[in-house]
């Protein structure tokens, strides 16, 4: 067989909901097999160019038809129906030729892969189309002239995770540590005791990725897997039994790999650059592995000598060596994101499948290895037949007696049994196990269709999931009477089983009493309905939204009370993820309604839906593993963070409950340190001795060494402009805007000799400095009022066209730190560039600082109460140490003191107000010298 290119297309979605919220503007463009792709960012680039072998608009022009299916308009829409005729067909078609195929999905998180691959409703996707076709040949071939002809297929679906493999099929608890990877002479990389269903039609393969795609859910929400971060493969194993030309029988196997990939979100967008933590565990190494695999291939087509293909440094790569550049037929589709706030992503898979069709496979037919035994053992058992008949002696031996006849034809004998036992295992295993499967099949069948049918008519909760595919999968019903709620360690047994993060033994109750559902919470058990936290009984409502302790979210379904909603004429909206982690988000303040929203509130908006459940399930794991930390979400406007434009941006405090410091992660450390929480966690639930880690790699834990933002304070510029010197004590405002002290800081006008200018000489316009040069010095004399908890400060700063950050010295053990900072600043001549950023601009200055190791040597820290929203209950407050009052006078004499050794005549009346507030209890606005005085104080 020659060589032939891996298959390439690409495909792009409509906008989703979150998209057309924001007014997403169409970045993709598509005419015949081309694709562009334009930046957003820069309108006068040219858009850049791709050529696959198929192009698929799917973004709009289609309408969608009584039975849901979504059909062209016009003959630019791809629908379901052409991707199949496309690509969907030659997979078929190769395995009935008995090559091997494999059938990749590749692209971000919500990109359209499972549509692609798996499809909803009546809109079915390859995965089905194929196995219905499949089916459908098998029948003809059947109903033709070849009556012997024998087919089998069989089915296996596994999950990759962090590097470890799960059967999807299996009945029995997952296995510690994963299945295990081996290695064949012949067939290469093989996983062991993998569960091999015999299938023998569409239905009980529609069935048996049911059972997996649940088990997926059970995993998910068990903590055991993301299943945006995993990898699906589902492999169908196909066997035909056929005469060949010369009349003897002929087994050719395909093996059909059809692969969802993992989320393909860039590496930066999930993990911070610089960062203390990687993710130390293997989750993102087998699709970056592959990235290196398809880069090493390419280059391989490209001619490049001595390239090394990585295939083992993953197991998804091993798994799939012969798909990628070996014995196989191999189709990639790229899905695509039209929007423009999804550009890098879209971007980055565009190259990534461009790179792909340059690879070459070389598929050969498949003749299976246990049909040329078979032929040999009848070969064999022929011959012994032929030397029976002669006496059992063979043509040309020698004579033997008749004693040793017997003795040769008793052994014979023995061996044309032995032959024949062991023919007969080889088509026995096979029927017993499809007799096994069809009889396990028409039990679950049954069962199946017994709960559709009872979900007609009885109330139920059934799961919501961030991945569409794990949406309603389980489902949890609430017949007459009481059922109690709870996980795998209540005796007894618990009605409503829900095992994971944050369920307790009991969890609650409920009762269903006539129709009229009731929810009632068991002590310490959080659930929230619609968003709120519940304490008490409360009464179920169709679709009302229920979360079981953290990550557990349900939606309560109730076909009475649906019918009467639809006869008062009510609309019936059906909660999604994204609606009902919004809700949570606006229950907890976190958020409000999205009309009249900028685009940019839109975007920080989805950034607190994407972190609440996270934020959530953090807190969760902290408190079951006493942690002893809190995580929280925090807004930090540009300001805060000494920006004078920008958007506000999401982050994350970590706070320790034991002495009260805290730090603030960036969006993307956090949800690089939640699926390492999630390692953790799952190796304690699993009982591994070794589940907790060292400080350093705990990342739960911040050193306290780790540097903390405490404020910034703003230099303007304007005097330098002028030729005036400027000396104040500016306020040092932290994230939240709140005064963190004060910073003392001097700009001096200077001439050539570094002498300061007498008060006599300035400039009535800066404009006259154009063309001049100018010296002046930048004096960070130090800080006043740092909060008590820091031990070791410093400040840095960039000013006009700074590549590099400017730092002062660290000053430790005190409140009232003097950094004696001195910089000389020279231009050769004024530009009107300058005189602008002198004019108009202002330099920040950020100070930071490292928190005492023992924190705030409080003894009233206290943990939090937990919830969806991430904020402390009244009654948990932290409260950081408060100075005595006689601490307090020593501030303040120091602060005078040290002032005047600096020749400052004045401070800020504030830190005097603040002072003698505490002393007093008084608000400092009732203390002389409050509001409407001087913002200075002399100091005599």
């Known amino acids: 067989m020659p060589e032939e290119n891996l298959k390439v297309a690409v495909r792009v979605r409509p906008f989703n909901e979150r998209e057309i919220k924001r007014s997403a503007q169409l970045i993709i463009n598509m005419t015949n097999n081309q694709t562009t792709i334009k930046d957003p960012e820069n309108s006068k680039a040219e858009p850049k160019k791709f050529a696959f072998d198929y192009s698929y608009w799917s973004h709009d022009g289609y309408i969608e038809n009584k039975d849901g299916y979504f059909s062209p308009k016009d003959n630019r829409y791809a629908d379901q129906k052409k991707v199949f005729e496309d690509l969907g067909k030659g997979v078929i078609d190769n395995a009935w030729n008995g090559y091997n195929c494999s059938l990749f999905a590749y692209g971000q998180t919500g990109s359209g892969k499972s549509y692609s691959i798996v499809g909803f409703g009546n809109n079915k996707g390859i995965v089905p189309l194929a196995c219905e076709e499949l089916f459908r040949g098998i029948e003809e071939k059947r109903k033709g002239l070849d009556k012997d002809a024998e087919f089998q297929v069989s089915l296996t679906m596994l999950e990759i995770y962090n590097e470890q493999i799960r059967d999807l099929l299996s009945t ?58 995993a990898h699906t493969i589902v492999a169908i194993t196909f066997v035909q039994k056929q005469k060949n030309d010369a009349g003897q029988n002929m087994t050719k196997t395909s093996v059909i790999n059809l692969v969802d990939l993992a989320g393909s979100e860039r590496a930066e967008s999930t993990g911070a650059t610089g960062d203390r933590l990687k993710e130390g565990s293997a989750i993102n190494l087998s699709l970056s592995t592959l990235g290196n695999c398809i880069k090493a291939l390419a280059d391989q087509s490209a001619g490049k000598k001595k390239i090394m293909v990585p295939y083992r440094d993953s197991v998804l790569t091993k798994l799939l060596q012969n798909a990628l550049g070996g014995n196989s037929k191999t189709i990639m589709i790229a899905a695509l994101s039209p929007a423009d706030i999804n550009y890098q992503e879209t971007l980055s898979t565009l190259r990534f499948a461009d790179r792909a069709k340059t690879i070459k496979t070389q598929a050969v037919v498949n003749e299976s290895p246990t ?24 043509a040309g031996g020698a004579a033997a007696s008749s004693q040793e006849v017997e003795e040769m034809k008793k052994q014979l004998e023995e061996q044309m049994a032995a ?52 949406t309603a999968v389980l489902i949890h019903f609430c017949p007459e009477g009481t059922a109690k709620i709870g996980n795998k360690n209540a005796s007894p047994p618990p009605q409503i089983l829900i095992n994971g993060l944050g369920i307790q033994k009991e969890h609650a109750t409920v009762t269903n009493k006539k129709g009229v559902v009731s929810l009632k919470p068991c002590p310490g058990a959080k659930i929230m309905v619609n968003g709120k936290p519940i304490s008490a009984e409360v009464q179920l409502h169709h679709n009302d939204r229920v979360l079981l302790g953290p990550n557990h979210l349900f939606v309560f379904h109730h076909p009475q009370d649906e019918a009467r909603q639809q006869k008062s ?60 930390v809190h995580f929280e979400i925090c807004l930090v406007s540009p300001q805060s963070r000494g920006l ?101 800081v001097e700009l001096i006008p200077c001439d050539e000799k570094w002498i300061t200018l007498k008060d006599d000489v300035y400039v009535e316009d800066p404009k006259d400095l154009k063309g001049k040069p100018l010296y002046f010095k930048i004096k960070i004399k130090g800080a006043r009022g740092i909060p008590a908890n ?40 004024v530009t009107e560039q300058l005189i602008s950023h002198l004019t108009n601009e202002a330099m920040t200055v950020e100070v930071w600082g490292q928190q005492k190791e023992e924190g705030m040597k409080s003894s009233s820290l206290k943990q939090p109460v937990s919830g969806a929203s991430g904020k402390e209950s009244k009654g948990h407050e932290s409260k950081s140490h408060e100075p005595s009052a006689a601490e307090l006078v020593l501030q303040i004499q120091e602060q005078v003191k040290k002032a005047k050794a600096n020749g400052i005549k004045t401070v800020p009346i504030s830190e005097i107000e603040n002072s003698l507030a505490r002393l007093t209890g008084a608000e400092p606005s009732n203390i002389k010298g409050g509001k409407g005085t001087s913002r200075a104080c002399l100091i005599q």
């Open 172 to 229: 029995k608890a997952p296995v510690k540590g994963g299945l295990k990877l081996r290695q064949h002479a012949s067939k290469g990389f093989y996983v062991e005791n993998l569960t091999i269903a015999p299938v023998s039609s569409y239905t009980q393969i529609e069935s048996k990725i049911n059972d997996g795609t649940r088990n997926r859910t059970i995993a998910s929400t068990n903590m055991n897997v993301t299943s945006s971060r």
């Open 371 to 394: 049909d040329k035994l078979i032929r040999e053992l009848k070969e064999e058992n022929q011959k012994l037949l032929e030397m029976l008949k002669a006496g059992g002696v063979p």
């Open 419 to 470: 032959n024949q036992r062991e023919l007969e295992e080889m088509k026995k295993s096979w029927e017993e196990r499809m007799k096994e499967t069809q009889a396990e099949s028409k039990v679950k069948l049954e069962a199946e269709k017994k709960r559709n049918e009872e979900r007609k008519v009885t109330p139920h909760l059934w799961n919501l999931s961030e991945d569409p595919a794990l």
């Open 569 to 628: 004429g009510k609309p019936v909206l059906q909660p999604t993820y994204d609606s009902a982690q919004q809700e949570l988000a606006r229950e907890s303040g976190l958020m409000d309604s999205t009309s009249g929203k900028s685009k940019e509130d839109l975007v920080l908006q989805d950034d607190l839906v994407q972190l609440l459940p996270m934020i959530s399930e953090a807190n969760g794991m902290s408190e079951e593993l006493s942690k002893k």
């Open 644 to 744: 004078r434009e920008g958007s506000t941006e999401v982050m994350v405090k970590l706070k320790s409950l034991e002495n009260g410091n805290w730090w603030l992660l960036q969006r993307n450390n956090f949800i690089n340190r939640k699926y390492m929480m999630q390692e953790m966690y799952q190796n304690y639930i699993e009982g591994e001795v070794n589940w907790d880690l060292p400080k350093d790699k705990d990342p739960f834990w911040e050193l306290h060494t780790t540097p903390v933002l405490i404020g910034v304070a703003y230099v303007y510029l304007q005097p330098i402009a002028y030729l005036i010197g400027m000396d104040e004590s500016l306020t040092i405002m932290d994230l939240k805007g709140k005064e963190t002290g004060h910073l003392l």
């Open 790 to 829: 820091f031990e070791v400060t410093s400040c840095s700063y960039k000013f006009y066209m700074d590549n590099e950050v400017t730092k002062t010295e660290e000053v430790k053990g005190t409140i009232n730190p003097d950094y004696l900072h001195e910089r000389n600043v020279h231009f050769k001549a």
